[in-house]
């Protein structure tokens, strides 16, 4: 985690609560980190699952080459933020046929297929277009690699095909060729993984799982997508991936694979990685109680804004995200407390006996490495709270807002009038 700053600081003190405040410098050198050191034919995607703020993502649009969206919403999102459909690769297990539909309307770069059937369903559809459509196959590995916090290979999986059964589906596709234009493979192995070996293992794997698939069945090779999962430290003793080592040592294994192949392209689409690290949320401590020897800070934020931050997102054990006290520094005595938000649920903790410097009412805690998987990852209509404030403090430290709240009960409700 990089060192925090008092203009930082500073900033998170004037911006309304409960808000995700974006540091802009901190996303430029997280992107260029990883992006420099990346060899000739690989494009880094970004995810846009872990963050779909309209305003970010045109903030990424010059750093990043494209965008991995998950369904039409965020093809939508990422149109308005200025992303080439040309530019976007799309995923996911359950693409509806109006989805389908507009992925070959707006002429996508690629649309990965999660399964025979859809291979099927495109190529329909492609053929009633009179286009084809430009695909690679998601396959779901048969091996599972370890170091991901999540992982998603090597097991049951509604994502892509087996592995042991893909070359029926290849040859299946290459059948379909008239309509389907198969480019390669989209292997997406898990997430929040933090050794640089483990992510190696899977690249060196894929390589190996494609080149072994196109000498028993040839066909002109172009793309790999590596998928995402590159972590980032969120707990204490937990190390930072160092980003640009990876990057050279990915490379690598990718350069000599790219002159046997020659114009094989490869994308890497991390989301958490790229924005993890620039978000901070940002909340005010509304009151303070003591309940059996344990102190309680309530807060004007909570799960309903940063379910991960309970962790109620895909971690095993709970674990603390970092948080800081912006109001006292070194000035108060370090106190063990509970960070809980507004909801009726004990769910709604944002924190479990975290030091820190001795809350009050009235300040404001931060909650650090909040920039992914946050307000659009959580329950924002339980309890019919307004949704956060996104701020992003740009490049020249004005603060500027992203997204104001709204409230639940605006969201789609037919009145009695039928409005
Ligand atoms: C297909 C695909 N690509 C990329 C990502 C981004 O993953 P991460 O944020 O772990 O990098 C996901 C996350 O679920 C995904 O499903």
């Known amino acids: 985690m990089g060192e925090i700053t008092h203009q930082q600081r500073e ?8 808000c995700f405040l974006y540091h802009l410098d901190v996303l430029v050198q997280q992107v260029n980190g990883l992006r420099h050191h990346l060899a000739e034919g690989m494009h880094l995607y970004y995810a846009v699952k872990a963050n779909p703020n309209l305003g970010l993502l045109k903030r990424l649009l010059p750093l990043v080459d494209g965008v991995d969206i998950a369904s039409s919403g965020e093809m939508e999102q990422a149109r308005r933020a200025g992303f080439a459909p040309a530019a976007m690769s799309f995923a996911g297990p359950g693409k509806s046929l ?9 002429q996508l770069g690629v649309l990965s297929l999660d399964s025979l059937a859809e291979a099927h369903q495109v190529a329909e559809l492609a053929r009633a277009r009179g286009s084809k459509a430009r695909v ?4 779901n590995p048969a091996r599972e690699f370890a170091g991901y ?8 999986s ?3 095909v087996d592995e042991e059964g893909l070359p029926s589906v290849v040859q299946e596709v290459l059948q379909l060729g008239e309509w389907l234009d198969l480019l390669g493979f989209h292997v997406y192995p898990g ?4 050794k640089g070996e483990a992510v190696e293992e899977h690249f060196a794997a894929t390589l190996a799982m494609v080149e072994t698939l196109i000498q028993a069945i040839p066909f002109p090779l172009r793309l790999i997508n590596f998928g995402g999962g590159l972590g980032i430290p969120y707990h204490s003793g937990q190390q930072p991936l ?4 990876l990057a050279t040592s990915l490379s690598r294994l990718w350069q000599p694979f790219r002159q046997k192949y020659a114009g094989c392209q490869a994308i890497l689409e991390p989301g958490r990685y790229l924005v993890a690290p620039m978000g901070w949320y940002v909340v005010t401590v509304t009151a303070i109680k003591y309940s059996k020897g344990e102190t309680f800070c309530i807060t004007d934020g909570g799960i309903h804004h940063f379910m991960a931050a309970s962790g109620g997102f895909g971690q095993l054990i709970r674990k603390n995200y970092p948080m800081i006290n912006l109001d006292a520094e070194n000035s108060r005595p370090l106190v063990k407390v509970n960070v809980v938000g ?12 975290v030091e820190l410097p001795q809350p009050q009412v009235g300040d404001r805690l931060a909650i650090l490495q909040a920039g992914a998987y946050g307000f659009t990852a959580s329950p924002s209509l339980f309890l019919s709270h307004p949704t956060p404030w996104e701020y992003l403090a740009d490049e020249n430290n004005r603060l500027l807002p992203l997204r104001r709240p709204v409230h639940p009960l605006q969201w789609g409700e037919v009145t009695e009038d039928g409005d």
């Open 158 to 160: 509604p994502f892509g």
């Open 242 to 245: 160092d980003g640009e080592q």
């Open 136 to 139: 690679v196959i998601r396959v």
């Open 149 to 156: 916090a999540i992982r998603m290979a090597g097991r049951p």
């Open 11 to 18: 900033l998170a003190r004037q911006v309304p609560t409960p």
């Open 342 to 353: 507004p909801l009726c649920t004990t769910l709604d903790v944002l924190a479990q006996q």
């Open 98 to 106: 109006h989805e389908l539909q507009q992925a070959l309307d707006h």
């Open 191 to 194: 997430t929040q993984c933090l």
